[in-house]
Nanobody, 130 residues
Framework: QVQLVESGGGLVQAGDSLRLSCAAS????????MGWFRQAPGKEREFVAA????????YYADSVKGRFTLSRDNAKNTVYLQMNSLKPEDTAVYSC???????????????????????WGQGTQVTVSS
């Protein structure tokens, strides 16, 4: 069992930065691939970024590539989503998720599928004003 708690959301202006954190419980955190998804009002959930169990590989949605950076600290059971150059279209509830170790290699396309994730946090609101 893995429990996830997000933090770091808030209201910022376009061009600002935010860093989201996702703290996980459980001794097996380092074996899970982790992902971030977001959902804006009236829209479907959207993949943002994913990171392999050891942090050696990352994969980003085209909409955030070059602006967002995903990292993890397995010693602290935490993943971080650094978001720079925020845009109003980044406004959404951001949720982190954990995918069990079912693959021996990291596939970005595989981990962009929300149905591959078993555990989810409750989300944190990010609002970017223009």
């Amino acid at each position: 069992q893995v429990q996830l708690v997000e933090s770091g959301g808030g209201l910022v202006q376009a061009g600002d930065s935010l860093r989201l954190s996702c703290a996980a419980s459980g001794r097996t955190f380092s074996s899970y691939a982790m992902g971030w998804f977001r959902q804006a009002p009236g829209k479907e959930r959207e993949f943002v970024a994913a990171i392999s169990w050891n942090g050696g590989s990352t994969y980003y949605a085209d909409s955030v590539k070059g602006r967002f950076t995903l990292s993890r600290d397995n010693a602290k059971n935490t993943v971080y989503l650094q978001m720079n150059s925020l845009k109003p279209e980044d406004t959404a509830v951001y949720s982190c998720a954990a995918a069990p170790p079912l693959r021996t290699y990291f596939s970005g396309s595989y981990y962009s599928d929300p149905y591959k994730y078993t555990y989810w946090g409750q989300g944190t609101q990010v609002t970017v004003s223009s």
